[in-house]
Nanobody, 121 residues
């Protein structure tokens, strides 16, 4: 079983940037499709971005395309989410997740504890 720990969240002004990190332990993250999800207060958790085992394929929700970039460093067992041009509507708890299947948006089996991202106007 893999354990995931997110870091890098915080408070930033609109237009600013943050980079989230997700460190894996217990198993190599290269065994998994990896994804980032977020949940805002009063809303359901939503898929944000996903990356294939090798990093050669990525997928994003429309609202973050062109602003967020997911990447992975399998040698260091870490996945990243670079978030640029942040908007107040990006405010949420962000979760890293690992998927043992080949699907990019579904069937995530392992989750981190989340990191808060707050974007002020």
């Amino acid at each position: 079983q893999v354990q995931l720990v997110e870091s890098g969240g915080g408070l930033v002004q609109a237009g600013g940037s943050l980079r989230l990190s997700c460190a894996g332990s217990g198993r190599r993250l290269s065994r998994y499709v990896m994804g980032w999800f977020r949940q805002a207060p009063g809303k359901e958790r939503e898929f944000v971005a996903g990356i294939s085992w090798s990093g050669g394929s990525t997928d994003y929700v429309d609202s973050v395309k062109g602003r967020f970039t997911i990447s992975r460093d399998n040698a260091n067992n870490t996945v990243y989410l670079q978030m640029n041009s942040l908007k107040p509507e990006d405010t949420a708890v962000y979760y890293c997740a690992a998927n043992p299947t080949g699907l990019m948006r579904n069937n995530y089996a392992y989750w981190g504890q989340g990191t808060q991202v707050t974007v002020s106007p």
